[in-house]
């Protein structure tokens, strides 16, 4: 960029415009060219109407046991798949601990080199995490937020006097949890499941760690027990699904009778399966959240 | 040709939307705006899947009044793949948001030309001491 004079960048820069907006208008055109050919709105001559969808629908709660046919195939025809959507979220928890976690160790270091330097970053960090009760307390330097450099590592040290939204939450917090797990363990037999109702779940400790602090979501969701929530949900998924691969691969039948269609204790794996998709999700929100909101779980 | 966009209404504003998603990606030079982008495309395709996989009178895939024939319900794979696609957008979204915060501790700034150029001005340093 350096080798072209203003006057050429301005004139490369709306060259790019020109072409990428040639490129969007093509590009449109062709997507609702092709759209035509797609089979009529809500026609019921459609090619993925086929005998896989009557065969989940007819034969689903005979060989399933679940009364919600989408909770039938994703965790039992398909639970494979499930798994793998699982571990996705899973690995993407990972990612983002290694991108967040190690810029921060790095800089802490570094900043315990500065703070030793100059005797009066480190005061007034003393004096903060010593008093802790109020806004006002802060130092009104701006040179100590500078030195902060990411605004999000002051948050956590105002102690928030935020009586509606802590009232709010004190009452909220309890419904919304119990909310997602009633999701949860219906989901064999309502709309909802292991996805749906984990993320009931992980906003309603979203919410709980916005109002009370992280210092008391950490009391029983810190970096361990996630962890330890998450490694044991998946580890449960994973023995539960595979030993169909030593029974030959094409018998997906569990030992546990599937019982009566409708009650809560049918169906067989599917109950377990989505307790455990439902922790891997809730676990994964909440990190999710806590990793971008303060930088650490 | 009237009768023909009413008949593929959905499909249309599906394609609208992911073209918009798509010129996001490109005009904005906010890296956030580029991330609310490719969102605007995974909603554009969960519409297109759950439109066509809706058929006009039938129920939702759950047992209704005892009913196991399959012309009841509609076909319950493209609501399987929707949840499948929720999934791995929400994971997507949280791995670029979260690079974008590690850009923007490095070089203080979401524009993406100006992080080019700040790149580029690091090299020559680099290359020069």
Not at chain 1, 139 to 166: G, H, Q, T, W
Not at chain 2, 65 to 72: L, M
């Amino acid at each position: 960029m350096a080798d072209f004079n203003p006057k050429e960048k301005k004139i490369l820069y709306r060259a790019f415009r020109i072409t990428a907006a040639i490129l969007i208008v093509m590009l449109a055109a062709a997507l609702i060219f092709c759209m035509f050919d797609l089979p009529g709105l809500f026609s019921p001559d459609h090619p993925g109407e086929n005998i896989v969808a009557e065969r989940y629908i007819e034969s689903g709660i005979e060989e399933t046991g679940a009364v919600n046919f989408v909770a039938g195939m994703i965790l039992d025809y398909r639970a494979f798949d499930t798994f793998g959507e699982s571990n996705v979220l899973f690995a993407a928890t990972i990612c983002v601990m290694v991108l967040l976690l190690v810029q921060d160790q790095s800089k802490s270091r570094v900043r315990r080199k500065r703070s030793k330097k100059n005797g009066t970053v480190n005061s007034d960090q003393t004096t903060v995490s010593e008093s802790q009760t109020s806004f006002e307390q802060l130092p009104e330097s701006k040179a100590y937020y500078e030195d902060l450099r990411d605004e999000r590592e002051i948050e956590p040290r105002l102690i928030k006097n935020d009586v509606i939204l802590k009232t709010i939450a004190k009452f909220a917090v309890p419904f919304i949890l119990m909310f997602g797990v009633y999701v949860i363990l219906n989901g064999h037999l309502s709309p909802g499941g292991g996805f749906s109702g984990g993320a009931i779940v992980g906003s309603g400790f979203i919410l709980a760690s916005v109002a009370f602090g992280f210092d008391k979501m950490e009391r029983f969701l810190n970096r361990k027990s996630a962890g330890i929530i998450t490694f044991v949900s998946l580890l449960v998924y994973c023995l539960a699904k595979s030993y169909s691969f030593f029974t030959g691969a094409n018998h997906l039948e569990s030992g546990i009778p599937l019982g009566t269609p409708g009650a809560i204790l049918s169906s067989g794996l599917i109950l377990i399966l989505n307790i455990c998709v439902g922790f891997v999700v809730a676990c994964t929100m909440y990190s999710f959240f806590s990793l971008m909101r303060r930088g650490k779980i | 040709m009237f009768e023909q966009i009413y008949n593929h209404f959905n499909d249309i504003v599906a394609a609208i939307l992911f073209v918009i998603g798509f010129s996001n990606l490109l005009f904005q030079k906010n890296l956030i705006k580029k991330i609310i982008g490719l969102n605007i495309m995974d909603v554009a395709i969960y519409l297109l899947l759950a439109s066509q996989g809706y058929i006009s009178g039938r129920l939702a895939p759950i047992l209704t009044d005892g009913s196991e024939n399959a012309t009841t319900y509609i076909n319950p794979i493209p609501s399987g793949l929707v949840l499948t696609g929720i999934v791995v957008s929400v994971s997507v979204t949280a791995l670029m948001l979260s690079m974008t915060i590690r850009l923007y501790r490095k070089y203080r700034t979401l524009d993406l030309d100006e992080i080019l150029v700040k790149v580029r001005k690091e090299k020559e340093d680099k290359g020069e001491g």
